[in-house]
């Protein structure tokens, strides 16, 4: 199925006499035109005019490319649950999980979108990031930081992650969620902090006690950087007494981190808790990907998509359009064909129509 297929089904809410443009091209046109560099309504709209006959291909364009102003009523006019249902819908047809794979889940700020005279917190989004695939998931957006602990189990009920491997950082650490994770048939690797006071003090206690039951080290250097990650697996758990309150929890996890730049060095100690039982090489590779959710999506979204810096706060725009956002970096991380980065394939893509269209036949337009 094509993009506009997944998409058709969003309920188009303007009465129907009124309309001049179809939302299915509204809604494409925009996804197209954020790949080649547009961050803003206006943007799109340039974009469109410069392209109409290029984007003719794919939409109908009726009464051809419509004003910034209705471009912008229309996405706020959209349901955000249908939008969000249709990307994910459109995402699970572009790949399947993988047995094994790690999913890692983090929250994210859209910093610009905050309102002073209104009064209105900038949102914030939970995002699902397949390592593996190297693409965004799924979103759901929440009121605040804090809400992350509601908003992860709804995310997580959206997706399709039996025999996946979550991962979260210490907000997601919460028994309910752990017990989600194992009834969904998928495992959990959850960052342990102070906010399961109890649970990080019992682990901390057994790693000074108990004998590891594997080792790992791995050094990573990189131009005048040195990395160090030590992992050590705990899966005798006999001691750990509000161990016995967590679904299915088969191992703790300790990473000692140093990172020497020039004379300074920084360390730090974390904790994991997990469903699995695997070797400390296995636990620090895994740990690693997880940071793939920073690297790889929201410092994208900040440098490369402008996200962090957009003023977007009509009604829920900003959520949405960082939806659309998510669907075009989709479309240009599923293009592998050559090895140019984000910012490099977008440039390219608004200068040559016969990149863009393979970027736009590699996810199906």
Excluded at 167 to 195: P, R, V, W
Excluded at 233 to 254: A, F, H, M, P, Y
Excluded at 305 to 312: H, I, L, P, V, Y
Aim: charged share 25%.
């Amino acid at each position: 199925m094509t993009l506009q297929e997944h998409f058709k089904s969003i309920t188009d809410c303007r009465q129907q006499h009124k309309i001049e443009h179809k939302l299915i091209d509204i809604m494409v046109l925009s996804i197209i035109a954020v790949i080649c560099g547009a961050t803003e309504y206006k943007e799109i709209e340039i974009f469109g005019k410069s392209r109409e006959s290029f984007l003719k291909q794919f939409l109908e364009l009726p009464n051809g490319i419509p004003s910034h102003d209705t471009i912008e009523r229309v996405i706020i006019a959209i349901n955000p649950k249908e939008f969000h249902q249709c990307f994910i819908n459109w995402v699970k047809s572009l790949i399947k999980s993988t047995s094994g794979e790690l999913i890692a889940m983090d929250g994210k700020t859209s910093r610009g979108s905050y309102d002073t005279h209104k009064k209105q917190s900038p949102i914030h989004l939970v995002n699902a990031w397949s390592t593996i695939n190297g693409i965004v998931l799924g979103q759901y957006k929440v009121d605040d930081k804090s809400n992350e602990i509601t908003a992860l189990p709804k995310l997580l009920s959206m997706l399709q992650v039996e025999g996946c491997i979550i991962s979260t950082d210490a907000m997601g650490c919460q028994k309910e969620i752990a017990k989600q994770i194992i009834d969904a048939k998928a495992d959990y690797i959850l960052a342990l902090k102070g906010n399961q006071k109890t649970l990080q003090e019992e682990a901390i206690h057994l790693f000074t006690h108990a004998s590891p039951n594997t080792i790992d080290e791995s050094i990573e250097k990189n131009g005048g950087r040195i990395e160090t990650r030590k992992c050590t697996v705990l899966t005798k758990l006999d001691l750990l007494d509000e161990g016995r309150n967590w679904t299915d929890l088969n191992s703790i996890i300790r990473i000692e981190s140093s990172r020497e730049v020039a004379d300074k060095r920084t360390t730090e100690t974390r904790y994991y808790i997990s469903s699995l039982m695997k070797t400390a090489k296995e636990f620090n590779k895994l740990i690693r990907s997880h940071w793939q959710v920073e690297n790889n999506l929201h410092w994208q979204l900040d440098v490369s998509f402008n996200e962090d810096a957009s003023r977007k706060r009509s009604g829920n725009s900003a959520e949405k359009f960082s939806l659309i956002t998510k669907t075009a970096l989709n479309f240009l991380k599923a293009n592998t064909t050559d090895k140019l980065s984000m910012a490099n394939k977008r440039y390219k893509a608004a200068l040559d129509e016969e990149y863009l269209l393979k970027i736009l036949k590699s996810s199906c337009v």
